[in-house]
């Protein structure tokens, strides 16, 4: 898409105010300037906020009597790894198990890591094509069972789509 004279223009003297102050546009430069006359000490872009946004994850699996969330996945997308390390990351008593369609696939072009490496480097429980029988006869811990009820709500334990 072309740029129109007038946005040329005003990226053009984005550019060269970024490029001579340092800083992403006029008005920073003016508050700049007014707290360095002030006296005011400041730092500029120094410090890092970190913030959550609010999503929401959904399992395609919950093994209500196994306290186990289980992801059955073909495609192992980038955004989906970083969901799971996100998840992981709030909620670190709930155990989420992924079963891959071929965990020797890597995760990228160019990458020697496969979906099963990934899985081990960072803790999750895998399998290839089928739930191992271990998994259905898993007795969850206090933590895992209060972390899954606490995120199941009042759904009822049992069999079915609930």
């Known amino acids: 898409?072309?740029?129109?004279?007038?946005?040329?223009?005003?990226?053009?003297?984005?550019?060269?105010?970024?490029?001579?102050?340092?800083?992403?546009?006029?008005?920073?430069?003016?508050?700049?300037?007014?707290?360095?006359?002030?006296?005011?000490?400041?730092l500029y872009e120094g410090i890092r906020i970190p913030y959550v946004t609010p999503h929401a994850y959904i399992p395609?699996?919950?093994?209500?009597?196994?306290?186990?969330?289980?992801?059955?996945k073909g495609y192992f997308l980038p955004e989906?790894?970083?969901?799971?390390?996100?998840?992981?990351?709030?909620?670190?008593?709930?155990?989420?198990?992924?079963?891959?369609?071929?965990?020797?696939t890597l995760i990228s072009k160019g990458s020697k890591t496969t979906y099963a490496a990934w899985c081990v480097k960072h803790d999750f429980p895998y399998a290839d094509k089928t739930i191992p029988p271990e998994w259905l006869s898993h007795k969850p811990s206090?933590?895992?069972?209060?972390?899954?009820?606490?995120?199941?709500?009042a759904k009822a334990h049992g069999n079915g789509k609930t």
């Open 1 to 42: 898409m072309a740029l129109s004279r007038q946005q040329y223009k005003t990226y053009a003297a984005c550019n060269e105010v970024r490029r001579t102050t340092g800083m992403r546009g006029n008005l920073e430069v003016t508050i700049r300037d007014s707290l360095d006359h002030a006296g005011c000490p400041y």
């Open 60 to 72: 395609d699996f919950a093994l209500q009597e196994q306290a186990i969330f289980l992801e059955p």
């Open 80 to 104: 989906d790894r970083q969901k799971l390390i996100t998840v992981r990351k709030q909620h670190p008593a709930i155990d989420i198990r992924l079963v891959f369609s071929r965990s020797a």
């Open 142 to 153: 206090k933590q895992q069972r209060e972390a899954f009820d606490r995120l199941l709500g």
